[in-house]
C-alpha cells in the first residue's frame, strides 16, 4: 500500500509552452498533497502545499501564477507549469500525506526539459 | 522544524553495516525523527522514524540518543542498491502532523563492493 504515482515520469517541451504533471496516491486517500522541485545534485525544494478543495499554499518566491496547482479529489493533484521556460527544468516530486496515518509518501517524479 | 546537520558523505563496503550520524540537537519535545533516503532519478522513500525509543524495521534500525540531541541510522548489512542520499529530518508527527517536510543536505552514502 500507500502507492504515489506520477504522470509523465519525463517530458521534453519547447520553450512558451504549458506541461501538466499528474500526482496520484493509488491507495489511500490525501487531502494535503506537496510539491517540491529538485535541480541536479540539490536537495528537494518545497513549492507549495496542495489541499484538496481549496487553494494551494506556495512557498516563498515561488509564482502562483506560472506554477498552477489543482487538488479536485482526494487522490489527484495536478502541477501545471504554464509558459515553460529553460530555467523551469528540473525534477518534479510530488507527495502524499495519508489522511489516516499522517505519514508522507513520494513519488517516482517528473523530469521536465524545456528546450 | 528542528535543523538537522549530516555529513555531507559517507563511504561503505557492502555487507558491512552503514551507520548514518545526525545532530538534532534544537529537538522539541513533540517532534519526531525520521529518515527517509533517495536513490538517484528517483522521489524520497520512507525508512523509518521514532521519538524517542529505539526502532527497528525490515529496512534499518533508528538508534535516537537518551538526550534526543542526536540520532543513528543503521542499515545492517549495505549492499549496492543501498547507495543513496540519506535525509534525516525532525518534524511533529502523528496523524495531525500536516506540515511539509524540509529537507536538508543529507548524507550521500556510497556502498563499494
Known amino acids: 500500500g500507500a502507492v504515489v504515482s506520477q504522470h509523465p515520469s519525463r517530458v521534453i517541451c519547447k520553450s512558451g509552452t504549458s506541461v501538466k504533471i499528474e500526482c496520484r496516491s493509488l491507495?489511500?486517500?490525501?487531502?494535503?498533497m506537496f510539491w517540491y522541485r529538485q535541480f541536479p545534485k540539490k536537495s528537494l525544494m518545497l513549492m507549495a502545499t496542495s489541499n484538496e478543495g481549496s487553494k494551494a499554499t506556495y512557498e516563498q518566491g515561488v509564482e502562483k501564477d506560472k506554477f498552477l496547482i489543482n487538488h479536485a479529489s482526494l487522490t489527484l493533484s495536478t502541477l501545471t507549469v504554464t509558459s515553460a521556460h529553460p530555467e523551469d527544468s528540473s525534477f518534479y516530486i510530488c507527495?502524499?500525506?495519508?489522511?489516516?496515518?499522517?505519514?508522507?509518501?513520494f513519488g517516482p517524479g517528473t523530469r521536465l526539459t524545456v528546450l | 522544524d528542528a535543523k538537522t546537520t549530516q555529513p555531507p558523505s559517507m563511504d561503505c563496503a557492502e555487507g558491512r553495516a552503514a551507520n548514518l550520524p545526525c545532530n538534532h540537537s534544537t529537538i522539541s519535545g513533540n517532534e519526531y525523527v525520521y529518515w527517509y533516503r533517495q536513490i538517484h532519478s528517483q522521489g524520497p522513500q520512507y525508512i523509518i522514524h521514532?521519538?524517542?525509543n529505539n526502532e527497528t524495521n525490515e529496512m534499518a534500525s533508528l538508534i535516537i540518543t537518551e538526550d534526543r540531541k542526536s540520532s543513528t541510522l543503521i542499515l545492517p548489512h549495505a549492499t549496492l542498491r543501498d547507495t543513496a542520499v540519506y535525509y534525516c529530518i525532525v518534524r511533529v508527527g502523528g496523524g495531525n502532523a500536516g506540515n511539509m517536510l524540509t529537507f536538508g543536505g543529507g548524507t550521500r552514502l556510497m556502498v563499494k563492493p
Open positions: 491507495d489511500f486517500q490525501a487531502t494535503t
Open positions: 507527495s502524499a500525506r495519508w489522511d489516516v496515518r499522517g505519514e508522507q509518501f
Open positions: 521514532g521519538l524517542k
